[in-house]
């Protein structure tokens, strides 16, 4: 049952939707958009762990039988007691409590045993083809008609979603998201004025499940545009309450939803990048600050007291990195006129989506603890990064017990001759590429050292 929870991905990676503009040769400046200030960080904290944004889930009886005892990290309320971190006790319409899936499914991640609120989840798993499939829920649904109907009563519609959206969310391997993919599911299942869900799919939906990682939140208060490809142009909070159309009934709950956003967003720009627990060579880190600023200042931006971020979106001619992710914001133009035309692009705070052939060049606060790298998560350190020819085609970590190099920041891997077997990493499949990003490659290993240390330091 924990598996069918997991359908919350969305928050910041939501919506990948598809239009087309002309190609460009030349990094593109993303200019700013009016956000909504004045939020309370406290308030903004409490409704993310405790707040009702989705108001679907299963009855808790369900949700402990499957979940077992996990490790709480959150000290929450009574009535979440017991409940772990990424999911909520809610009301359901007839009283019931159930168990909702919250943003902490895909924006927090337990790192040595210590939760981290705004780091991408890199463990997720999409790849289990048995958990999510109709069968399974199917026999969940007949237990609660049998033995429980109020409480079935109370899940009806999530059953519903969950039938739908679960079995097309199947990534090829662990550890990367399937969030676009959901986010054109719902899209093709709700109207686009009214929100009201439809059984039968409104809209075309490709086949491809294009694979992506998650983005720190802490990063968010720097960008002018939202996910990888910066197409989420206007009022961040729009986006940020995208995972309401997982259990909305209508606009008049999400509008609902949508006053609580100036408090989420002052809580997420309140939150700062963690930083290197270990010891740190001042000396060659200020070696690294000036091969930093000299190669890599002009994408990602200079830091410390004066620093600047230009909020650049490169084009793929440039970036070369798998193009899947921002070729699916073209290939099907209907997500793009669905957004444009719905409710979250109405009222006084709008959002819109701007799609554009390439990637935002990310800022890199507290890039040492967000590996893997890459957009797709394709990279598992950033020497590899920086050093092309040794990024490993079939890789895997330990997701059990997972260790991370401080030395030279990333996952400890394995590399192996195939991949047969979910656990393990194949950039040789669509979406899930190795290349590009080659602007390291040019640097001597002694400048690479240089330029890992001092990115310890941001």
Request: glycine share 8%; charged share 20%.
């Amino acid at each position: 049952m924990k598996k069918l929870l997991i359908l919350s991905v969305l928050f910041i990676t939501c919506l990948a939707f598809r239009f087309i503009i002309p190609n460009s040769d030349e990094p593109v400046f993303v200019p700013p958009s009016q956000q909504r200030t004045g939020g309370d960080s406290a308030r903004g904290y409490d409704y993310l762990i405790n707040g009702d944004y989705v108001r679907g889930g299963v009855p808790e009886m369900i949700f402990k039988r499957g979940i077992g005892k996990p490790t709480i990290f959150l000290q929450r309320d009574s009535v979440n007691e017991g409940i772990p971190h990424d999911y909520t006790a809610v009301k359901a319409f007839n009283g019931e409590i159930v168990i909702a899936p919250n943003c902490l499914q895909c924006h927090a991640q337990v790192f040595e045993n210590k939760l981290y609120i705004g780091l991408g989840n890199t463990f997720v798993d999409f790849s289990d083809r048995e958990t999510l499939s109709v069968k399974n829920l199917e026999k969940a649904e007949k237990f609660l008609k049998t033995l429980a109907a109020k409480k079935w009563k109370a899940s009806e519609h999530f059953f519903e979603v969950a039938k739908i959206t679960g079995p097309q969310l199947y990534t090829e391997t662990r550890g990367v998201n399937a969030a676009d993919r959901l986010g054109a599911v719902l899209a093709a299942h709700r109207d686009p004025v009214t929100f009201k869900w439809s059984a039968e799919p409104l809209l075309d939906l490709p086949e491809q499940v294009i694979p992506s990682d998650v983005p720190a939140w802490w990063l968010l208060k720097k960008k002018n545009g939202m996910f990888y490809t910066a197409f989420g142009r206007g009022d961040f909070g729009r986006f940020l309450m995208a995972s309401n159309l997982l259990t909305v009934n209508d606009t008049s709950e999400s509008a609902e939803v949508d006053k609580h956003m100036p408090d989420i967003l002052a809580y997420i720009n309140s939150l700062q990048a963690p930083k290197y627990p270990k010891a740190i060579n001042e000396a060659l880190a200020e070696k690294g600050k000036v091969i930093f600023n000299s190669n890599c200042s002009e994408c990602h931006g200079t830091y410390g007291k004066d620093g600047q971020y230009p909020n650049l979106v490169i084009p793929q001619s440039i970036i070369q990195t798998d193009s899947l992710l921002q070729l699916s914001n073209y290939s099907q133009p209907q997500f793009i006129e669905w957004f444009n035309k719905s409710w979250f692009s109405t009222g006084d705070h709008p959002a819109k989506l701007v799609p554009f052939r390439g990637y935002i060049a990310p800022p890199l606060d507290g890039v040492w603890v967000t590996a893997p790298y890459l957009h797709n998560g394709s990279v598992p350190t950033l020497e590899a990064v920086l050093n092309s020819p040794i990024r490993p085609t079939y890789w895997s970590r330990n997701f059990t017990v997972p260790e991370y190099n401080y030395e030279n920041p990333g996952w400890k891997y394995a590399v192996h001759d195939k991949a047969d077997d979910r656990s393990i990493y194949n950039t040789k499949l669509p979406g899930y590429g190795n290349y590009g990003h080659y602007f390291g490659d040019n640097l001597t290993a002694g400048e690479r050292k240089a330029v890992i240390e001092y990115l310890k330091t941001l």
